[in-house]
């Protein structure tokens, strides 16, 4: 995560129980999907003076590449809300729902581009988790394996075909996003390295 995730308790006394709850459960969002940029999580008892009991509400706000995410539970009729942990599960809930329909859009945009231009990998360093893309005109186009699917990394090697796409980086051309051409099927090993599976951590996507 680029910044920092926030955990506020709106008019109400800081519980580190409930901050450290809030915590876990955005690390679990995380393991999902690594590219979340910035997470608030904002607890409070709107409806603290009614005779039913005091409900929380929790707001999850997600900034992720292309939007942001905002979920706001304030179930005032839900007496299982009393129970702030159980808000606060229903609220992750709902963002992980919304999240993963997030995802899914991203995914889809990305296959309809079928016009991407194709090249292959000349370098490859899976233990820093980048490489480089020889385009058709013989440029190298740096590429890091947040630009590609999980999945999709661990099959890459050096000669792998893949389509992608380009833009302007601080250093240069880089590759916004990369999809090997045959995900079933990929190159040899042909670099010195060991095989880029091992040592590796898995990162869920």
């Known amino acids: ?29 995380e393991s999902f999907y690594d590219r979340i940029t910035g997470c608030h999580v904002v607890i409070a008892q709107p409806h603290r003076h009614h005779r039913e009991g005091r ?13 942001e995410i905002i979920v706001n539970r304030d179930h005032h009729l839900d007496h299982a809300h009393e129970d702030v942990f159980v808000a ?3 609220a992750f809930a709902a963002a992980r729902r919304r999240l993963e329909d997030h995802v899914r859009r991203l995914r ?43 999945h999709d990394f661990q099959l890459i090697d050096i000669g792998s075909a893949v389509f992608y796409s380009e ?15 045959h995900p079933h099927h990929h190159a040899m090993p ?15 996507f």
Do not use: C, N, W
């Not at 990998?121 to 013989?138: H, L, T």
């Not at 980086?169 to 996003?177: L, S």
């Open 167 to 181: 833009e302007d980086g601080e250093e240069g051309p880089q590759a916004a996003f990369v999809q090997l051409v």
């Open 1 to 29: 995560m680029q910044t920092q995730a926030q955990v506020s308790f709106d008019d109400i006394p800081i519980d580190d129980a409930v901050r450290d709850a809030a915590i876990e459960h955005i690390e679990h969002l």
């Open 55 to 67: 409900h929380y509400s929790v707001r999850v706000d997600l900034r992720v590449p292309g939007g």
């Open 108 to 150: 889809g945009v990305e296959k309809v581009h079928t016009t991407r231009p194709q090249g292959h990998v000349s370098q490859f360093f899976p233990r820093q988790g980048y490489g480089f893309i020889e385009a058709p005109d013989g440029r190298e186009i740096y590429f890091h394996q947040h630009a590609m699917s999980d």
């Open 88 to 90: 606060m599960r229903d």
């Open 190 to 204: 042909t670099r010195s390295e060991p095989p880029h599976g091992e040592g590796l951590s898995g990162e869920a």
